[in-house]
């Protein structure tokens, strides 16, 4: 070697392990569904008729994307979470039971529920009439507002600690 010549020699990191990262990542995803999943049903908490709540994780390692979706396919509470339009309720042969006053049990964009619910005097309509629609209390965008930066946190410290496990980090 002559005098003053380079010498590079390529440092190499060792492979991420992706069964490892997977399995880092997927108690703290299933702890944050958990936590996510307790916020819905807190929006249901008085109701009589509660729907259930499915939670899922999903891990795509090439695209590097994480998601936590917690879900229902329960109609009422599509009803509530989305809003409807008025609407006319269709004419029948018989007549409907209808009640006078009612008062939600949920509020626009609140996590959470309280009494409410038909009061007031039994009226029997005939033929069909208007009813109002439901104001959409936006569930769904109140909880993933709340928990978006939570969920990162909670991800970049599991990565940070399975990184750490497998030596790639010091």
């Known amino acids: 070697m002559s005098p003053g010549a380079l010498v590079m020699k390529p440092v190499i990191p060792r ?25 819905f049903e807190a929006t249901v908490g008085t109701w009589d ?6 939670m899922e994780r999903h891990i795509n390692s090439k695209q590097g994307f994480l998601a936590v979706t917690v ?14 339009k008025a609407h006319y309720v269709p004419r029948t042969g018989k007549a409907m039971m209808a009640f006078k006053r009612y008062k939600a049990k949920t509020m626009v964009r609140v996590i959470g529920s309280k009494a409410g619910g038909r009061f007031g ?6 033929g069909r009439w208007l009813v109002k629609g439901i104001t959409a209390r936006e569930f769904d965008k109140v909880i993933r507002n709340k928990w978006q930066p ?9 990565m940070r600690e399975a990184a750490e496990a497998s030596g790639l980090r010091r």
């Not at 939570?150 to 599991?158: D, G, I, L, T, V």
């Open 71 to 84: 879900w229902t396919d329960h109609q009422h509470y599509s009803w509530v979470s989305k809003g409807t």
């Open 150 to 158: 939570e969920f990162s946190r909670r991800m970049s410290k599991a």
């Open 121 to 126: 005097d039994t009226i029997f309509r005939y």
């Open 15 to 39: 492979k991420l392990k992706d069964d490892a990262m997977r399995l880092a990542l997927l108690n703290p995803m299933r702890k944050v569904g958990d936590d996510i999943k307790v916020d």
């Open 49 to 54: 008729d509660k729907p259930q709540f499915k």
